[in-house]
């Protein structure tokens, strides 16, 4: 694991950027809703309910995929890094991340929160190396409304 940090989420969305992106924010539409997240080139933003209390954002750089039979949802979106560190966060309290540069599919995982810290979610951001980076939902659950790509970009806010 490269990164791990508590978060309070603001606008029930994390946003995964590259640094030279000046204002990190989507414009979201209902399909985006549908499908748990907003992207443009160099940006993401990946959808989390409204809830109270804080989440825990864990963050690595994995070969393959292996997801979580207790994850609530599970969304995976195109994500190039040119240089580092790229921003994770929130509008308001990014953290700088190290990634390595390479081509990815960034794979968004909605976990049941953990039990030492009392967070609400556990979110796993995985950098998953490939040649061929892909738009898919890997597990729709309750909080999508769509198993399949409904939009893949976004307006920039």
């Known amino acids: 694991m490269i990164a791990e940090f508590p978060i309070t989420i603001l606008y029930t969305q994390i946003v995964v950027h590259l640094p030279n992106i000046p204002r ?87 976990l049941p929160g953990e039990a030492e810290g009392d967070y609400t979610f556990s979110l796993n951001l995985k950098f998953i190396r490939t040649d061929k980076p892909e738009f898919k939902i890997l597990k729709a659950g309750d909080e999508l409304s769509t198993n399949k790509i409904l939009r893949r970009d976004a307006q920039r806010g």
Not at 37 to 65: M, N, R, Y
Not at 66 to 83: G, K, L, R
Not at 86 to 110: C, H, Q, R, W, Y
Request: glycine letters at 10%; hydrophobic letters at 45%.
């Open 24 to 110: 990190p924010g989507l414009l979201w539409d209902d399909d985006h809703v549908a499908q748990g997240f907003a992207w443009s080139e160099g940006i993401v933003s990946f959808g989390v309910p409204d809830h109270d209390g804080q989440c825990l954002i864990k963050v690595d750089v994995l070969d393959t995929i292996d997801i979580s039979d207790s994850a609530y949802w599970v969304v995976q979106t195109p994500f190039e890094v040119a240089s580092s560190p790229i921003k994770i966060g929130t509008i308001g309290n990014m953290k700088d991340i190290d990634v390595p540069a390479g081509s990815f599919n960034l794979v968004f995982e909605a």
